[in-house]
Every structure is written in structure tokens, then in C-alpha cells.
């Protein structure tokens, strides 16, 4: 089974950017879809972005516009792109499979304060 770590995570002000790393153990070539997901504090663990095997791409409409996801087959690496970023990001972020999830990683926290 492939696990992941995150990494990227760190303080930012509100409108600033962050790009999140995903290192896979193994290839990600034959993961159909991949996704970032985030946990803020008291809240349920919510899918932000996904991307297919064919590179199709998807959002949650609260991070489209501003989050951009994408991927190094060679590297076995998923990235976030997070754009005018905002308080409301603040949460711990973690990828993984979204069909057949691997056991969750220790995510990369995100703090967007001023």
C-alpha cells in the first residue's frame, strides 16, 4: 500500500501563497484520482482537490479560483498551489487516494493569520 507525506505547511498572512508537497512511497501512475483533503479544528476532514489519472482536475467550490493541484508522475509527487490564501484555510492538510485511501499521513498544517 502506498503511503504519503506532506510537507509545505507553514504561517502565512491572509492573501499570501504556500505550495503543499505530497511524496509518495510508491508510483502514483496507476492511482486513479488523488486528492488534498483538510481538517480544520472541530470540523469533519474535507476533499479540496482531486486529480485523475488523466489529469483532470477538481474543487470544492470554497478553494476554486485559488488552489491549483497538479502532479510529477516521475517524482511520484502531488502539489497544492494555494493562492489569496485566507483565515478560513487554516486546517491541517493531507493528501491520499481518494478510491482505496491508504492509512492517513500526519498532514502539514496551514495557519493563515495576520
Known amino acids: 500500500q502506498v503511503q504519503f507525506v506532506e510537507s509545505g505547511g507553514g504561517l502565512v498572512q491572509p492573501g499570501g501563497s504556500l505550495r503543499l508537497s505530497c511524496l509518495a512511497s510508491g508510483s502514483i501512475f496507476s492511482i486513479s484520482v488523488m486528492g488534498w483533503y483538510r481538517q480544520a479544528p472541530g470540523k469533519q476532514r474535507e476533499l479540496v482537490a482531486a486529480?485523475?489519472?488523466?489529469?483532470?482536475?477538481s474543487y470544492a467550490d470554497s478553494v476554486k479560483g485559488r488552489f491549483t493541484i497538479s502532479r510529477s508522475i516521475g517524482k511520484n509527487t502531488v502539489y497544492l498551489q494555494m493562492n489569496s490564501l485566507k483565515p478560513e484555510d487554516t486546517a491541517v492538510y493531507y493528501c491520499?487516494?481518494?478510491?482505496?485511501?491508504?492509512?492517513w499521513g500526519q498532514g502539514t498544517q496551514v495557519t493563515v493569520s495576520s
Open positions: 486529480i485523475g489519472s488523466g489529469g483532470s482536475t
Open positions: 491520499n487516494a481518494k478510491f482505496e485511501p491508504s492509512s
